[in-house]
């Protein structure tokens, strides 16, 4: 296999230089990108965010258990700066969700282009290896990213949509020769900055990997990496150790995380653990002409190197704080709060870009190979689409919004039903587990029927994890609403009224005497009366 370019002499600038052609390339990208990959704004945590916009647009929705919609907004600019940008441009909110979707696919990649450009630079060889890594970060887009319950980029608009792009750019910046120059030091400051306006978690992530690609310009390898090692490890017990120990609900909804604690991981994610590390290790062992230094840059380290050692060294930091401190025997799960192992969420981004290039740069350039290196990208998007599809059964390939209302989702149908038929002032009880009930789809109520709901297991009690102060209301609403649809009328009554419910979503098959004026065979809306 060969190896990537060294790349030809020319200014820092110049790696980061987007050309016209190459922007309309990443542009078509990034659209194939949409249409492989599908889109879903209303499903899982874009459920959650496009709820917290929808109540900054409207701040009378969701009076019912508010703060499940609010809690995230405390932290973040992202909501915040969406619904500024609809009454800007009154745009609807479904038209504007799209537009920074898309948008943030072309940001992403031209992040990747800007990264690999910092390493390969900008000759013919390193241009075609960039096309190489863009192209198999788009490929892998949706693949998930170990046992951490993220996706590389999700198919639908969060803040990482936008934090991602920021943190591979700052990245590119740190990487640049900083003497005498005052421009990538502040470009990466910015986009640090930025970063932690939307998506403060990630952005904490995303500043110990610049911090480590810029300490790690001092050569002195052991030192750097053992001073990193005390100062992660004696943030993580301080932390632990201030942290006053958990109440029952607390720690129930911390412990919903499975995620959380690498001893509740399967085999094949913990070998999605590894995998990386083992990959990036390899290019450190046996690195070949891969770790050249250009001719203009003969004292300065391989930007390579470095960005290849710090994923490394961090992707191993943060699996011993996870192993040391994420544990769930801990009378306080902190650390585990701060989810440690999504800093793996950069370090798949940087190993795709790198494998895509190296492989671009495999083998001479002939037709036979062309035609096999074709034949496995067709191969890998069809793997791709099938699992999304897989992931998404029950909906559109993509939830576009000129075909909302020809959705096949029987769910997402009874909560657009919802939306206009019932009161805005409406509390909803639903199964607890409804967001993981096969045909659901992950489809987030509260967003789409823009009616308050009592809190549900998995969104919710994520929403809970981070937020304590919310795991009593949680664990009381998963309580009153676990088996809603198998239960009696009696039951319902007694659990539910005292909450000030008022509707609820069952599945077709619950017996109900109340009146249920919506049944489209799978789900049905019921109004609960006294």
């Not at 297991?457 to 998963?478: E, I, T, Y």
């Amino acid at each position: 296999m060969a190896t990537l370019p060294a790349g030809a002499p020319e200014t820092p600038r110049a790696a980061h230089a987007l050309r016209p052609r190459y922007a309309l390339g990443l542009l078509a990208l990034a659209l194939a990108m949409l249409a492989l990959h599908g889109y879903h704004p209303f499903a899982e945590d874009g459920g959650l965010y496009a709820a917290g916009i929808e109540r900054l647009l409207q701040p009378g929705l969701f009076a019912g258990h508010s703060a499940f919609v609010t809690e995230h907004l405390r932290f973040s600019l992202f909501a915040p700066a969406v619904a500024l940008l609809v009454r800007a441009t009154r745009l609807p909110l479904d038209w504007a969700l799209l537009l920074l979707y898309a948008s943030s696919l072309w940001l992403t990649l031209a992040a990747g282009w800007a990264l690999l450009g910092r390493v390969l630079g900008n000759s013919a060889t390193g241009t075609r290896a960039r096309w190489g890594g863009v192209l198999l970060l788009a490929l892998w887009a949706t693949l998930p990213v170990a046992g951490t319950s993220l996706v590389l980029l999700d198919p639908y608009l969060t803040a990482r949509s936008l934090s991602t792009p920021l943190t591979l750019w700052a990245m590119a910046f740190a990487l640049e020769d900083w003497r005498g120059r005052a421009q990538p030091a502040v470009a990466c400051a910015l986009c640090l900055a930025a970063a932690a306006l939307l998506h403060p978690l990630m952005a904490g992530y995303a500043l110990a990997f610049v911090l480590t690609l810029r300490l790690l310009r001092l050569r002195r390898r052991i030192a750097v990496w053992g001073g990193l090692l005390l100062l992660a490890l004696a943030m993580a017990a301080t932390l632990q150790a201030l942290t006053p120990a958990e109440g029952p609900a607390a720690v129930a909804a911390a412990l919903s995380r499975y995620y959380w604690f690498l001893s509740q991981w399967q085999w094949y994610e913990l070998c999605g653990l590894a995998g990386p590390l083992l990959l990036l290790a390899a290019l450190l062992r046996w690195p070949g002409a891969l770790l050249s230094k250009r001719p203009n840059e003969a004292d300065q380290p391989d930007a390579l190197r470095l960005l290849v050692e710090a994923a490394l060294g961090l992707g191993l930091l943060a699996t011993l704080v996870a192993l040391l401190f994420a544990r769930e025997g801990m009378a306080a799960h902190m650390v585990a709060r701060l989810q440690p192992l999504r800093v793996f969420l950069t370090i798949y981004a940087v190993m795709a870009l790198l494998l895509g290039a190296r492989l671009a740069m495999a083998g001479p350039k002939t037709l036979g190979l062309a035609i096999v290196r074709g034949a496995a990208v067709l191969a890998m998007a069809a793997a791709m689409f099938w699992a999304q599809r897989a992931v998404y059964p029950a909906s559109a390939h993509l939830e576009l919004p000129w075909r909302s209302a020809d959705d096949p989702n029987r769910w997402t149908q009874a909560f657009l039903w919802a939306r206009t038929h019932t009161p805005p002032q409406a509390l909803f009880a639903l199964d607890a587990d409804y967001i993981t009930t096969a045909g659901e789809d992950a489809q987030g109520f509260r967003a789409l029927a823009q009616r308050s709901a009592l809190p549900d297991f998995s969104k919710d009690g994520g929403v809970a994890s981070l937020a304590p102060r919310l795991a009593d209301a949680w664990r009381q609403g998963v309580q009153a609403q676990t088996g809603l649809s198998t239960e009696s009328d009696a039951v319902r009554h007694a659990r539910l009224l005292p909450l000030g419910v008022s509707w609820m979503v069952l599945h077709s098959t619950a017996a109900a005497a109340m009146p249920c004026p919506y049944d489209n065979g799978t789900v049905k809306v019921c109004r609960l009366t006294p």
